[in-house]
Structure formats: structure tokens, C-alpha cells
């Protein structure tokens, strides 16, 4: 068991695996108890096993463990699919980002259990635990007052103020994988370059011309921070008005922040408005951000961010079509997402004209 | 399109094998499904995607060709195709496609060239024309793609939730 209280970071670097083509949940359930057993030392049974609808990329899932020591725990399983959108899969950024900020001001759910070579599982996965509360949609406009979404985005605002305040160079996630000598932020624009240069996906011209501007033209940060990756309305938990967990560490990374930013601001994330949840413009965002952080915000940094989250979109759904297509990934979701490349490349051909 | 017809109705029939039948003992609802399941079998093998939308966005790439062509007139540049590249009535799909695919890449080299830095200092203004035409023709393209895309259902998709589908159009 690599429990996530003994292993430390300055373990190698686990390798990606492949197990079993498919998760069935069943198998998945069945070996589950077994892992259990096998690392806890007590008979476990697992109940009230579920999958998760959210999510288009690890295959979440929600159970109880009842121990025959009689603690039963609400947990959480996150598996890693073979074919899934970013196959294949690794553990580590999320386990990372899990151990990293345990403690800190941004709340995230404690960290249980993980196994990169996916032990009984077959896939690589992460256990841990189980949060209470609701998970707002992105894409609606939701039904809760201005006054309660505002109170919300404060606090949002406020954790990402603190994410951005964590010196990253103390934290295992300063540690690239690929021992690259190319700045940070660059090699964030250069992976995802890479990703839509792939034979089976297909060419678009303006992402590999943009793609290019971006990666020649990627501004320098105002400081090297943990960036989430994904922060944005829809990947947190709240409870009774306050935020509890901030989820979805997998596409975590050092570099600028204001690709965090960039990417919350996306009209997509906020129910098609400018407004951050709908509810705070763009000015106030930024004065409230640049409070908490203390990073004066560049506008022309966040003009570029704004480019490349919507390059990111993109190749976001390039991986979709290749999960569908190439690796048979059985989520018809993943065959939709295809549909909204026009949109975005015409979004992102607008943005790189307001960065340049 | 970016996924293969033939995968979409496999697809889509898997999703309904996996997902909704195992979670279904109505029999009349099994006995829906199972018919939706044949007529996907059906229009596996006697449909294809339209080749209008296809042949449209050609035609727009090689009148980007063309244009480019009279633009870069006396410079050395990557190849541009004749145009027109289809005569007559071709209507395989997957043949036109290929062509389309093929021209976007060729866009994409032109669009690298008009704008990288050798091109830019000899011919600043034929290069801002040429990266203008381009850019331009290429949103063209992408707006036949979306005259063909459904609105999105990315509320419903992500959450299960919702009972109305969005219409077509």
C-alpha cells in the first residue's frame, strides 16, 4: 500500500501503467474490498458503491468501508482508465497536490491511500476522503440568489489568492518529471503542442499556427506559483455557504499564475457571462485577486492565458476524440465533445488577436 | 467531423449495450432500445456523413488557394495546389474529406510561412495580406462546421440532468 502518510516525494517517479482494457465497476468494486483487506488487516466490506456521473476523465466513484475493526469511512475512488481522455494515467500530480497543501488555507480532502501500478485495482488510483456537500454546475445558470453565488466567488477568489501565495519551489511538484531545462510556463504551452501534433488527431490550422505563437511568445510570470490547472467554478465542494474542498488536482503544475485566472474567467465556466459566477465583473476579479495573492496582474499576461485556455480547450477535446476513436474509450460524452472544436478555434482565433 | 461515422453508431450503440440496458427490467423500454440498436446497425451500412458540408468547405480552401497564389506572386512559398481540386459529382465523402484534411494542412504551412520572420521582412505587406486572407478563409471553414453542429447539451451531458433536449440547428 503506498499510504499517503509514509510516502514521501523523494521516491522515483512511478511509470504509467496499463491494466485491464476496460473498469467494470463490479471488478473494480470486488478488488477494492480486497485491497482494502490485504492493507488494513481487517476484513473490509465496501457498500453503497457508486459511480460518480461528474467528470470526463478519471472514473470517480463513492463507497463506504466497514472495517471489521468497526470504523466505517465515506471514501472516495478515483481511477485512472486506460483509455480515458489523458491516458495514460499518472497518480502522482494529484497525490502531490493532496499531500502539498494538507494543512495550508486551501482546503482539500485528505488523502487516504494511492497505488500508481494499481495493485488489485488493475489501474492506477487514489482513495480519499469522502467530503460532504454540493458541487456547483459550471455550465447552468444556477438557480442559487446573487447574494449566495457572490459569497461564494469571494471565497474562490480568496483560495486562489492563497494557492498562488505557497512557495512551490518547497513542494514536490517543483520536481519535472521530463528534468527539462525550458521554462515552466513554456513547457506547459509545449505539452499540449504535443498532444495535438499526435498522427490521429486531426489538423487544424489555426491551433498549429497558434500553438506556436504562444509557445514564442509566452510571456514571463510575475512568479512561479502552483497553478491548479483546472480552477474553476464546478470543482469545488460547498457546504451551508462556504467552500470546503477545491478538487480535481490532476492537471496541476509550477508556473504563471495567471493561467489559473485566465482559465476561471472563461465565459464556459460561468454559465456564458463575463461575470465570474455569473456575479463579479472582470475589474473586481482582478482587484480582489491581486489583494489576496499579492501578484499585480499583468493585463497583457492575462490577455495570452485567456488564448491559451481556450488552446487548452481545444486540445482538450482532441484527447476526447482520440480516447473515442482511437482507444475505444466506451463514454459516448467523449464522441460530443468533438462537436464544440469549431466554436472553440473560432473563440481562440479572436483571443490571440486581443494577446498580440 | 472529427470522430468517423462508422465509430459514432458503434458508439452509440455500445453506450446503450453497457449503460442503459443493464440498468433497465422494463421490457418494453429493453424492447426500444434493442429496436434503436438495429436501425443504428442499419444506417452503419447504408449511411455516411453528407458530403455537401465537406465539398463546401473545399471549395473555400481552394479559394484561399487561389487567392494566396495571385498574393505571393514572384516569392518563393510551400505548395499550393491546383484549383479546382474536384471536378464534377463527386459524392464519397471519405474522398472529399481526404481532400479537405489535405488542405488543411497545406493552409497550415502557408499560414506558418506567410507569417514567419524571412517572409515578413522582405514582403512585410504581401505577408500581413496573405496571414489576413488566411486566417479569414479559415474561420470561413470552421463556420460550414458549425451551420452542421447541434447546440450544445453540455449541462445535460455533464450532469444527467434536465429534462429538455436541445433542439437541432
Known amino acids: 500500500m503506498q499510504d499517503a502518510t509514509t510516502r514521501t516525494d523523494g521516491s522515483p517517479a512511478p511509470g504509467p501503467v496499463r491494466g485491464p482494457d476496460t473498469v467494470d465497476d463490479d471488478t473494480v468494486r470486488a478488488a477494492l474490498g480486497r485491497y482494502l483487506t490485504r492493507t488494513s488487516g481487517h476484513r473490509t466490506e465496501i457498500t453503497h458503491f457508486s459511480r460518480k456521473s461528474s467528470g470526463f476523465s478519471w472514473i470517480t466513484f463513492g463507497f463506504e468501508a466497514r472495517s471489521a475493526s468497526g470504523a466505517d469511512r465515506m471514501l472516495i475512488l478515483r481511477v485512472g482508465p486506460p483509455n480515458g481522455l489523458f491516458a495514460p494515467y499518472s497518480v502522482q500530480p494529484q497525490v502531490h497536490a ?13 488523502l487516504v491511500a494511492f497505488e500508481q501500478g494499481g495493485a488489485e485495482i488493475g489501474h492506477p488510483f487514489f482513495i480519499c476522503e469522502h467530503i460532504e456537500g454540493a458541487v456547483p454546475a459550471p455550465w447552468a445558470a444556477s438557480m442559487l440568489a446573487d447574494g449566495h453565488k457572490r459569497a461564494i466567488a469571494l ?58 505563437w504562444l509557445q514564442d511568445n509566452c510571456p514571463l510570470p510575475p ?49 456564458r ?28 499576461s ?37 462537436s464544440q472544436m469549431p466554436s472553440i478555434i473560432r473563440a481562440f482565433e479572436r483571443a490571440l488577436e486581443a494577446a498580440a | 467531423m472529427s470522430t468517423s461515422y462508422e465509430r459514432q453508431i458503434d458508439g452509440i450503440i455500445e453506450a446503450l449495450q453497457a449503460h442503459v440496458l443493464p440498468n433497465n427490467a422494463d421490457d418494453f423500454i429493453r424492447g426500444q432500445v434493442f429496436s434503436v440498436i438495429f436501425a443504428l446497425n442499419g444506417l452503419k451500412l447504408a449511411a455516411d456523413w453528407k458530403a455537401g458540408p465537406l465539398l463546401q468547405q473545399v471549395r473555400v480552401q481552394d479559394d484561399a488557394f487561389a487567392a494566396v497564389r495571385r498574393l505571393a506572386d514572384g516569392m518563393a512559398h510551400p505548395e499550393i495546389p491546383a484549383a479546382p481540386r474536384i471536378e464534377g459529382d463527386i459524392v464519397d465523402a471519405a474522398h472529399i474529406e481526404g481532400l479537405r484534411d489535405d488542405g ?55 450532469g444527467g440532468d434536465g429534462d429538455k433536449a436541445a433542439t437541432p440547428g
Open chain 1, 155 to 212: 471565497q474562490f477568489l480568496s483560495i486562489l489568492g492563497k494557492l498562488h501565495r505557497i512557495d512551490a519551489r518547497a513542494t514536490p511538484l517543483a520536481t519535472r518529471p521530463d528534468k527539462s531545462d525550458e521554462r515552466a510556463e513554456v513547457g506547459a504551452v509545449a505539452a499540449w503542442r504535443a498532444s495535438l501534433a499526435r498522427p490521429t488527431a486531426r489538423y487544424y490550422p489555426l491551433l498549429d499556427w497558434g500553438g506556436k
Open chain 1, 302 to 338: 492575462l490577455a495570452f492565458y485567456e488564448a491559451f485556455a481556450l488552446y487548452q480547450a481545444a486540445a482538450i477535446q482532441m484527447c476526447a476524440v482520440r480516447a473515442f476513436e482511437v482507444d475505444r474509450f466506451n463514454d459516448m460524452r467523449m464522441a460530443v465533445m468533438a
Open chain 1, 273 to 300: 457571462s463575463r461575470k465570474l459566477y455569473g456575479v463579479i465583473e472582470r475589474a473586481e476579479v482582478i482587484d480582489l485577486y491581486q489583494r489576496a495573492s499579492g501578484i499585480t496582474v499583468s493585463a497583457r
Open chain 2, 104 to 158: 488543411d494542412r497545406l493552409l497550415g504551412q502557408l499560414l506558418l510561412w506567410a507569417t514567419g520572420e524571412g517572409v515578413r521582412a522582405d514582403n512585410p505587406l504581401a505577408a500581413s495580406e496573405i496571414e489576413r486572407l488566411l486566417r479569414g478563409s479559415i474561420c470561413d471553414q470552421l463556420k460550414v462546421e458549425l451551420a452542421t453542429t447541434p447546440k450544445s447539451m453540455l449541462q445535460q451531458i455533464a
Open chain 1, 98 to 110: 493532496l499531500q502539498s497543501l494538507a494543512g495550508t488555507g486551501v482546503p482539500v480532502p485528505a
Open chain 1, 223 to 271: 512568479r512561479r506559483t502552483i497553478v491548479h490547472g483546472d480552477y474553476r467554478i464546478g470543482n469545488f465542494i460547498e457546504r451551508d455557504g462556504t467552500i470546503v474542498a477545491i478538487l480535481d488536482w490532476e492537471l496541476t503544475h509550477v508556473g504563471d499564475p495567471h493561467e489559473d485566472l485566465a482559465w476561471a474567467l472563461m465565459p464556459t465556466f460561468n454559465a
